[in-house]
């Protein structure tokens, strides 16, 4: 039976995954600030994974276990603009989005088995230019993929594997974290009052788009059971965003401020 930690196990996305594995033969290491409901073949630990030292307890009590692969699902999301945004907030989503995981796969590397898979759960932003409100956001993502591209020319050379997984919108709770923090913006703003609420529609019109969490789970089912699976899968990427972004500056730039800009219809 292989043995899988996952990080961020107890979120929309985690859940699924957890379950999913499990459900498919594999015990799963379930890590979370929340506690994760007990079932077959999970094991849940407590651990708010931005804190060396509770990574390093949970790290001691598995200590026995070697481990076939480490997937990273955990991750927040916060729209504001990159003045506004309170600092907490802003160190927070790096805590979060980027060294948890650098924590993580520090010390539990020694626990990996030979030739092992390191999972990493980008964006579909990562490559892209960043977005008004989403700047954030998509810099944590991009630095987790720079981090990972790295990662695996180094783990390479002992053996293992780093495969990015680059997801569009999910139906998770994410997607409703993602509305909820514009609408936030909407309230808080006091330089972007004119755009913000024309973001908010935007926003709500686009996250609608998404596909279920179980496809994912589906494919990193496939990652894990594959000898040599590619390094860089994707997932309903949105083709607007793509198009966007392959535009000028200026272009990019003329566009959004003019989208943003709208007055709403009168109804």
């Known amino acids: ?9 107890s979120g929309g996305m985690g859940k699924v995954v957890t379950n999913y594995l499990a459900d498919q033969g594999m015990h799963i290491y379930a890590l979370d600030i929340k506690p994760l409901e007990e079932a077959e073949n999970v094991t849940s630990f407590i651990c708010d994974l931005t804190k060396k030292d509770e990574v390093k307890r949970v790290k001691e009590e598995l200590k026995d276990i070697k481990f076939d692969a480490i997937i990273h699902l955990v991750g927040t999301y916060k729209m504001d603009s990159l003045i506004e945004i309170p600092e907490e907030s802003f160190r927070k989503i790096f ?12 010390y ?3 626990l990996l088995n030979p030739n ?42 002992l053996g293992h594997q780093v495969i990015i997984v680059r997801p569009g919108a999910i139906a998770t709770g994410m997607i409703d974290e993602s509305v909820s923090s514009v609408k936030e913006m909407v309230k808080d703003t006091k330089l972007y009052q004119e755009y913000v609420a024309n973001f908010c529609r935007i926003v709500e019109a686009n996250e609608s788009k998404t596909v279920e969490p179980i496809k994912i789970a589906k494919l990193i089912n496939k990652v894990l059971r594959k000898k040599k699976p590619k390094l860089l899968y994707s997932l309903n990427r949105n083709p607007k965003l793509i198009l966007l972004s392959m535009l000028p500056k200026r272009t990019q730039l003329w566009i959004i401020k003019k989208m943003l800009s709208k007055k709403e219809k009168q109804r």
């Open 116 to 157: 092992s898979k390191i999972v990493m759960i980008s964006s579909e932003l990562a490559p892209l230019d960043p977005l008004p409100f989403n700047g954030l956001y998509s810099l944590t993502k991009s630095l987790l993929e720079q981090y990972a591209v790295s990662l695996r020319q180094e783990l390479n050379l």
């Open 95 to 106: 805590d979060i989005n980027f060294h948890s995981i650098y924590l993580v796969n520090k």
């Open 108 to 110: 539990f590397f020694e």
């Open 1 to 9: 039976m292989k043995n899988i930690l996952i990080t961020g196990a």
